[in-house]
């Protein structure tokens, strides 16, 4: 097989080469000026990238896990709390949960989106918290810990459900924190603030049960995207969300890179100091911090590549349109992302589920064609975790999807003729591997 009849995962030299003059010119300002580590670059970058949030203040900082630590930090959450999130994210989710002294704690995700499923957040504070007399808040009722946040994550740049979410999270003075680290520029339709599901917005203080679900597990109420609603950027429903500038990311850095959202001041001030030592002025530091800052050419770099990320997000757009249309008619073999009405994805990835995913990958990979796989162990079932008792939890979507996921290529610029090439080879593969599990069942095996 040629070089160039192979088609990758990833192809992260392409859309460098397209803005070659851009990205060296970033290089040439800071030789020139001398300004590595913050100064204008990293500024212009966080005014740019707050626009397009739509929020008031981002903070820049080394990487994703840096964003969530600190944003989760800021936001006060407090050594010994409980934070919630789902076990199908990358495990920086729940690393920077336990980096910021709180322990991580799981719900399931919703089959269709691969998301939090917010059915399964009430549930758990419903069964397994009791509401504290004097604070009002979620006490865990197996570790008496507080609860004290919650991390949904906009898994492969598709928004998770939440209204929802922030309803319950209002209900029980939970802090909301977005891990929108592969969610640069995705939308979800919020009707937040028009009916009685967000008691924050209403005159009735008592609980308002969530919303109920319709067939296809969107909200009711929002199939059909209530007047008055409206479109809000992945990054600025939570307190504050956190963003990864991972190379491979929607809007990636030539190395690392991350950056917290907020519409709040006094946490944006606090993360500011968070990553630099503590520091809001030289040598003089209130608290013990962290070296998280934004490299100044990191900044420079994701500047440039902001502009283009419409474009890319698009192009990633009609990518999965073309992957919907060739594979729908296996649609019964192999399952493709579902995107709810009120979600704009920007498909990060493009995962389908197929049973016999090792054998499928392997007669992709013989055919050149990369894959990924995203996640292959839900975090709770990760060696890291094994002394946190789960057991008896229901987190029975997370473990029965993770076995048949794969990702197909998917990056701006793949191209139609490659992207039949994948679907005929996935459709191929799959029927093979459904006709030789029938023959085993026949055969008695
Ligand atoms: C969902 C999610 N959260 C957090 C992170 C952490 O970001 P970083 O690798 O920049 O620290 C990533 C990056 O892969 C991610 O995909």
Known sequence: MR???????????SIHQELR?????????????????????????????????GVRHCVGVASGTDALRFALMAAGVRRGDVVVTVPNTFIATAEAIT????RPTFVDIDERTCNMDPEKLR????????????????????????VSAVVPVHLYGQPADMDPIQALADRCGLIVVEDACQAHGAEYFSNRGLSPTSPADSADPSPTPLPSRDREGAVQGKASLLPGGRWRKAGSMGRAAAFSFYPGKNLGACGEGGAVTTDDPEIARRIRMLRDHGQARKYYHEIEGYNGRLDAIQA?????????????????????RRY???????????ALPHEPSWARAVHHLYVVRVPNRAEVQQELAAAGIGTGIHYPIPLHLQRAYSALDCSGRDLAVSERTAPELLSLPMFPGLEPGQQERVAERLKAAAAAEAVAGLSEQVAGR
């Open 3 to 13: 070089a160039s009849d192979k088609i990758p995962f990833l192809d992260l030299v």
């Open 21 to 53: 003059e851009e990205l060296c010119q970033v290089f040439q300002t800071a030789l020139s000026t001398g300004c590595f580590v913050g100064g204008p670059m990293v500024e212009a970058f966080e005014q740019d990238f707050a626009r397009f949030c």
């Open 99 to 102: 980096q910021a002294g709180a």
């Open 123 to 146: 549930e758990y504070l419903e069964t397994r918290c009791r509401l504290d007399s004097v604070t009002g808040r979620p006490v865990e009722l197996a570790s008496g810990r507080p």
């Open 300 to 320: 420079g770099i994701l500047q440039v590549k902001l502009r283009r990320l419409p474009d890319w997000n698009e192009s990633r757009r009609a990518c999965a």
């Open 324 to 334: 919907a249309e060739l594979l729908a008619p296996v649609a019964g073999l192999i």
